[in-house]
T-cell receptor, first 118, second 113 residues
Framework: GAVVSQHPSRVICKSGTSVKIECRSLDFQATTMFWYRQFPKKSLMLMATSNEGSKATYEQGVEKDKFLINHASLTLSTLTVTSAHPEDSSFYIC??????????????FGPGTRLTVL | GDSVTQMEGPVTLSEEACLTINCTYTATGYPSLFWYVQYPGEGLQLLLKATKADDKGSNKGFEATYRKETTSFHLEKGSVQVSDSAVYFCALSDQTGRRALTFGSGTRLQVQP
């Protein structure tokens, strides 16, 4: 149980285009999902907290208009990188909590999406 | 703000050697503490957790004890295997309603046969 998927696993795009990444909780409901960014050989940096049915909460320094987050249902959150540039190239990871399981601490992570902007 | 510091890697060990990966934290309140593992080409997996002082988390032969007095959560294993080769992340969960995770920088473990 508690499986989180991401799609696509890898994407290459041209500079100036937009890319959408999906994060799904496959066997549980997630009122809250998190989006992280991982640089090579670095740790995960929290970008934003995605709340089902409401606006996302962004961390300081993360551009809201560049990284659009939508959490339209209890099993799906999307991250859209708008007008992508080479500096946006990174590994994007989502996670979710299974609040119905009564464990408010543990997050379950997706396998990540490797974005390369040419 | 909250922060997690863990030893830099890579850590290279021979099979059956003892492992310790140090982790210390700075946080307000009483966070929950975690170790996540990332195997090559895979996503992060929860390895173990502890939610209060003196709790010991354990899984797959790995252990870590929540030490409030030293603000530490060191990861230990008595006998590592080649299959334990991965990157290990120490993390804490904040005490706000959202329970966001703050991660350490990760420690790469390489176990040689």
């Amino acid at each position: 149980g508690a499986v989180v998927s991401q799609h696509p696993s890898r994407v290459i795009c041209k500079s100036g285009t937009s890319v959408k990444i999906e994060c799904r909780s496959l066997d549980f409901q997630a009122t809250t999902m998190f989006w992280y960014r991982q640089f090579p050989k670095k740790s995960l940096m929290l970008m934003a907290t995605s709340n089902e049915g409401s606006k996302a909460t962004y961390e300081q320094g993360v551009e809201k208009d560049k990284f659009l987050i939508n959490h339209a249902s209890l099993t799906l959150s999307t991250l859209t990188v708008t007008s992508a540039h080479p500096e946006d190239s990174s590994f994007y990871i989502c996670s979710a909590r299974d609040v119905l399981a009564g464990d408010t601490d543990t997050q379950y992570f997706g396998p990540g999406t490797r974005l390369t902007v040419l | 703000g909250d922060s997690v510091t863990q030893m830099e890697g890579p850590v290279t060990l021979s099979e059956e050697a003892c492992l310790t990966i140090n982790c210390t934290y700075t946080a307000t309140g009483y966070p929950s503490l975690f170790w996540y593992v990332q195997y090559p080409g895979e996503g992060l997996q929860l390895l173990l957790k502890a939610t209060k002082a003196d709790d010991k988390g354990s899984n797959k032969g790995f252990e870590a004890t929540y030490r409030k007095e030293t603000t530490s959560f060191h990861l230990e294993k008595g006998s590592v295997q080649v299959s334990d080769s991965a990157v290990y992340f120490c993390a804490l969960s904040d005490q706000t309603g959202r329970r966001a995770l703050t991660f350490g920088s990760g420690t790469r473990l390489q176990v040689q046969p």
